[in-house]
């Protein structure tokens, strides 16, 4: 996906299609993030509760 970006930054007007295809996989990607940050919280709870401070 980002060497097309670089590619299109150069178009000053992308096609339609491609910057709803960016869109779409930006919104895909951002989910994925939330569920890695909810996992990596959940870890930290998890190893803060097991181990001595």
Do not use: G, H, I, W
Request: one cysteine or more.
């Amino acid at each position: 996906m980002l060497p097309c970006l670089a590619e299109a930054a150069n178009s000053q007007y992308p096609a339609p299609d491609f910057v709803r295809r960016v869109r779409q996989e930006r919104d895909r990607m951002a989910k994925r993030v939330e569920a890695l940050n909810r996992n990596l919280e959940a870890l930290d709870a998890y190893l803060d509760a097991v181990t001595e401070k």
